[in-house]
């Protein structure tokens, strides 16, 4: 049974930041690529950031492009996602997730149908 457990949301001031953890199990961490998405109250969930298996190829939302890093370690089948410079508009619930690393094409991380596994979220709230 795949499971992916988010850590790290809370409560920030804008300008401030906070790091995310996403410990998978039930899978093979090394051959997956892995993702964040997140939803705001009222609007679509988006993409936010993705890494391929080896962590050599990573995407970013323009929104956080500069600010937002993920990272892999795939000894600790853990994903990171270290948020800089917040701003009130990246209040949201933050969705790890995660598929096998066989994906091609240009944009398949924009998509949400693209993921095989979904974490339960995380809320981050940042305050201006």
């Known amino acids: 049974q795949v499971q992916l457990a988010e850590s790290g949301g809370g409560l920030a001031q804008a300008g401030g930041s906070l790091r995310l953890s996403c410990a998978a199990s039930?899978?093979?961490?090394?051959?997956?690529?892995m993702g964040w998405f997140r939803q705001a109250p009222g609007k679509e969930r988006e993409f936010v950031t993705a890494?391929?298996?080896?962590?050599?190829?990573?995407y970013y939302a323009d929104s956080v492009k500069g600010r937002f890093t993920i990272s892999r370690g795939n000894a600790k089948n853990t994903v990171y996602l270290q948020m800089n410079s917040l701003k009130p508009e990246d209040t949201a619930v933050y969705y790890c997730?995660?598929?096998?690393?066989?994906?091609?094409?240009?944009?398949?991380?924009?998509?949400?149908?693209?993921?095989?596994?979904w974490g339960q979220g995380t809320q981050v709230t940042v305050s201006s």
């Open positions: 997730v995660a598929v096998t690393d066989t994906r091609a094409g240009s944009t398949w991380y924009l998509r949400g149908s693209s993921y095989d596994y």
């Open positions: 039930g899978l093979t961490f090394s051959t997956y690529a």
């Open positions: 890494v391929r298996w080896s962590g050599s190829r990573t």
